[in-house]
């Protein structure tokens, strides 16, 4: 007989010794009495007598028999189930896990290479007549070979040529193709499964369809179930236009899976010379979104990506995203008649906001529009425009407008001319739905309290307001404004501000998948001090760039083990190669289908895939990353394995000591239940022996 817990002896063995101790320390000693009694000088002679001494060395007898058998037990004995090499030998399964978790570092190695030492242990104690096959467990399970093989250095063979893991570990399925591999076998197989036990890949695996009889052994690969990690779980683009020559917003999640808190930086960028970091700080177990501003250094298919500090796990630090970032763009400034006496006309000032550059170098190039010339044609190279010092509009130019802000457009309305009741009043009505606000008569600063009229409320949280978060906001009360409407809300769209009195400043409606703003104010220098104040071309700019969301400029990303596809010109591809973060991809299927060109292949690694094109730009790119899900590495307890196995399989154990026989467990059958049923039988015979007279009066 030999044991599966060999380690546990050392531990167990002196308590065998506890009952003789408990035995010696509770001796009857001699007993001085005071006063004469019958009653203990008859229990003195009883305790002095032989019967008495044998009578209590069988039950330390008895006890010590019980504690032993228990500690035995303990140890997991097994015993020579007589199938030895003279035999036909037995099937053996070995199902390894081979997901990212796999990947960390723990004591100078990694769980897969424990992992693999073990499983070249097992391989060792086979004799010749076993016979056994190797599952790999990731996305896909793969068997090492078509049937039961003794092939030991083809199968380490496989396990060594096998990719980095960098995906889940789907177990369920792993069973089912045990249950393929095994089912010509004439005998149950024995099933080893080499994991970390990592609970998002173990916590729905079903046994039930493995063969009847099966022996499952369960061989944890690491001895912390809480390894700590630090991972970036996404990576996405804020609100806001993706230009070239401009800056985005990027968000990342930061997760720490961690029983300690954690300190470090992120850095992204879409090159190593356009990088923004950032400090973060992290209670244990727990997630932060962190937003960076990171400058677009050109147009085209631009690679984003964000880091961490290396950890144990290195794979899951890195998130990667593709953007389509737009060239330069026109933005329309709709204006009508410029007459302002002597000051000069709003949009001189407008269009210095839209580029206060020049020579082509900011991220928007202005483009004048009068109001006779707008037509659904002047309008289609751009999606924003602004609109100042407006005539009363024509049914069709207002209708232009309307269909402008259906198909995507942003408009920013300035209320400075005669007719903008009316205009708003028909824009409203083409559109079915009012705007934000109704505006009545024009006060000018004869009309309004000290001469001007300043912000007082507003809505934060507004996309369109990020500039004046915390501390900035005290820069809206540098603004006066000299002449506005006198308007009210309609209880439609949003009122984003409001002056001292309640009158809305600043208000946002929705038309289609546009958004129209109107601005209770103009940048006329008679009508307002805004256009003087150095927040006006940042507030311009902020408003243009949030008119639209930078979710359809990033691309989706993919997870590594999907299937990519993607599709370009025929002739632009043309003698190009698609290129891995590993090299050339080499399974990759194209399709020509009329003059567009599809190509599709599986994401092996980590990092982006793309197909260049002629000039510095790619044609295609894609951006593959880690499941988020395998970040955290905590394990389940493997203990509950067994029992979750149920009565199909009651042979199953865990191995939890690297010290473990394999060839014992393999030819060897179980019998700690016979040592705890003797224990108990120890017990049951002490008690009827030795139960205790009950005496009447």
Known sequence: MQFIQPSLWWFLVPLVAAPPIIHWLSQRYPKRILFSSIEEIRRTLAGRSRVFRWRHLLMLLLRTLALAALMIAFLKPVLDSGNDSKSKGRNVLLVVDHSLSMNHGEGGTTARARARAE?????????????????????????????????????????????????????????????????????????YYFSDFQRRDWASVDFSDLPEGSRLFFVNATDNPARGNQAISSLELGAGSVIAGGEVEVKARVANHSSIPWSGKIEAGFSPSHLREKELSLAPWSESDVSLNVPVPSGGLLRLTAKLPHDDLPQDDTRHLVVQVRDREEVILLTGSQADGAAPAPSLFLSTA?????????????????????????????????????????????????????????VILFLDGEADAANLEKIGSLAGEPAAIRLTRKLGSENLPAGAMRVATGDFHSRFLKLFDGVRRQNLALLEFYDLYQAAPTGRGKILLSYVDGTPALAETSVGLGTLLVCNFSVAEASSNLARQRLFPAWIHEMLLRMSDSGSAALDPYFVGDSVSGETWASEARGRQLVSPDGPVARLRTDVVGERL????????????????????????????????????????????????GTRHPEASLVTSASADYGVLLRGRPVFHWFILAALAFLILEGVLFKKPVRTA
């Open 354 to 410: 839209v580029d206060p550059f020049g020579d082509e170098k900011g991220v928007y190039r202005p483009k004048h529009l009068e109001p006779a010339t707008l037509t659904t044609a002047s309008m289609a190279a751009s999606s924003r425009a602004i609109a100042s010092r407006l005539p009363l509009l024509t049914e069709g130019q207002a209708g232009t407008l309307v269909s402008f802000l259906r198909g995507g457009g942003g």
């Open 598 to 645: 599809r190509l599709s292949f599986p994401a092996s690694s980590t990092g982006f895939y793309r197909l260049p094109g002629a000039d510095t730009h790619d044609l295609l790119a894609f951006a593959v990353n880690t499941d988020p899900d395998q970040s955290d590495l905590r394990s389940m307890d493997p203990a509950v394995l067994p029992d979750r196995a």
């Open 119 to 191: 499983v070249k242990r097992l391989l060792d104690a086979l004799t010749p007549d076993d016979h056994f096959n190797l599952i790999r467990v990731d996305q896909a399970p793969a068997a090492a070979f078509a049937n039961f093989t003794n092939r030991s250095e083809a199968a380490l063979d496989f396990l060594d040529k096998s990719p980095v893991p960098l995906t889940t570990a789907d177990f369920r399925a792993a069973n089912h193709l045990a249950t393929d591999l095994a089912k010509d076998s004439k005998s149950p197989p024995d099933i």
